[in-house]
T-cell receptor, first 115, second 113 residues
Framework: KAGVTQTPRYLIKTRGQQVTLSCSPI?????VSWYQQTPGQGLQFLFE???????NKGNFPGRFSGRQFSNSRSEMNVSTLELGDSALYLC??????????????FGPGTRLTVL | AQSVTQLGSHVSVSEGALVLLRCNYS??????LFWYVQYPNQGLQLLLK??????LVKGINGFEAEFKKSETSFHLTKPSAHMSDAAEYFC???????????FGQGTELSVKP
């Protein structure tokens, strides 16, 4: 079974631009979560989507948004990029949204650099 | 509030030595706990998880962890370190039906020949 895939793997943008990252979950997984990883702040939760609905949201400004499609694929968008948005963005999928013991399976991440 | 604390941002051991990575948690409800590993330029891979039942949990690559409620701990151990164990390790607590993972700060493990 194929794992979680994220595209692109690397991205370079300049301040003020916007960016869209894509995540394809494991087949049959309906929940997708997004995380930002930086050396200073570590791993921080952005949001979770299940059945095209946002179920959980982290403490990030409104410039960070996401959506999920009917095939469970998800995208996240960051508008008006700032230098501090440079990070590894990780996507994770799990089978259901129903249980805290469900394992989240992570993709390899998208490395975003903002110049 | 729920939180996870990993003591030691960097741990160095010799090949063949015991690996001990510490994780303490704070939770108002009975917790579930996960350990993930991240190799350079990769995503996170699940090592093991504690749900309910047996407090000693065995994972992949020879790792195990023991849930101790009285100490609010879930330390990760491996009897004999291998060079391939060099990576960053994260302890995590699922929150709000599990869609959100609360991570510790991570511990980078180095293994010396």
């Amino acid at each position: 079974k194929a794992g979680v895939t994220q595209t692109p793997r690397y991205l370079i943008k300049t301040r003020g631009q916007q960016v869209t990252l894509s995540c394809s979950p494991i087949s049959g997984h309906r929940s997708v979560s997004w995380y930002q990883q930086t050396p200073g702040q570590g791993l921080q939760f952005l949001f979770e989507y299940f059945s095209e609905t946002q179920r959980n949201k982290g403490n990030f400004p409104g410039r960070f948004s996401g959506r999920q499609f009917s095939n469970s694929r998800s995208e996240m968008n960051v508008s008006t990029l700032e230098l501090g948005d440079s990070a590894l963005y990780l996507c994770a999928s799990r089978r259901t949204s129903g249980g805290p013991t469900d394992t989240q399976y992570f993709g390899p991440g998208t490395r975003l650099t903002v110049l | 509030a729920q939180s996870v604390t990993q003591l030691g941002s960097h741990v160095s051991v010799s090949e063949g030595a015991l690996v001990l990575l510490r994780c303490n948690y704070s939770s108002s409800v009975p917790p579930y706990l996960f350990w993930y590993v991240q190799y350079p330029n990769q995503g996170l891979q699940l090592l093991l998880k504690y749900t309910t039942g047996a407090t000693l949990v065995k994972g992949i690559n020879g790792f195990e962890a023991e849930f101790k409620k009285s100490e609010t701990s879930f330390h990760l151990t491996k009897p004999s370190a291998h060079m391939s164990d060099a990576a960053e390790y994260f302890c995590a607590l699922p929150y709000n039906q599990g869609g959100k993972l609360i991570f510790g700060q991570g511990t980078e493990l180095s293994v010396k020949p």
